[in-house]
């Protein structure tokens, strides 16, 4: 078993900042990618930014500049740092993780989701 867990998230004024936190745990080989999503209400869940083994890195082109993700593989955890945040940032934050399970077998696992809301 898995288990992928997120924090961070809360209200925060336009262009303020949050750091959201994902750690997983439980039994795997290890973390192939690690990435963040997030859900607008009403909407389909979008990629937001992911990071490779290596450190390679994606950021959807609407966060570009603003969102830095990274990772700490000793603690199998991914942090998102969120910059200049806008009110179409609000969103519900989910947290995905690729383990490596065995020595070839890989799954995806999720986490329960974070509230990120941008309000004055």
């Known amino acids: 078993q898995v288990q992928v867990v997120e924090s961070g998230g809360g209200l925060v004024q336009p262009g303020g900042s949050l750091r959201l936190s994902c750690a997983a745990s439980?039994?795997?080989?290890?973390?192939?990618?690690m990435g963040w999503y997030r859900q607008k209400q009403g909407k389909q869940r979008e990629m937001v930014a992911s990071i490779a083994t290596y450190a390679v890195t994606d950021y959807a082109d609407s966060v570009k500049g603003r969102f830095t993700i990274s990772r700490d593989n000793a603690k199998n955890t991914v942090y998102l740092q969120m910059n200049s945040l806008k009110p179409e940032d609000t969103a519900v934050y989910y947290c995905?993780?690729?383990?490596?399970?065995?020595?070839?077998?890989?799954?995806?696992?999720w986490g329960q989701g974070t509230q990120v809301t941008v309000s004055s």
């Open positions: 995905s993780v690729d383990v490596v399970v065995g020595t070839s077998s890989h799954a995806a696992y």
């Open positions: 439980g039994t795997f080989s290890g973390i192939n990618v």
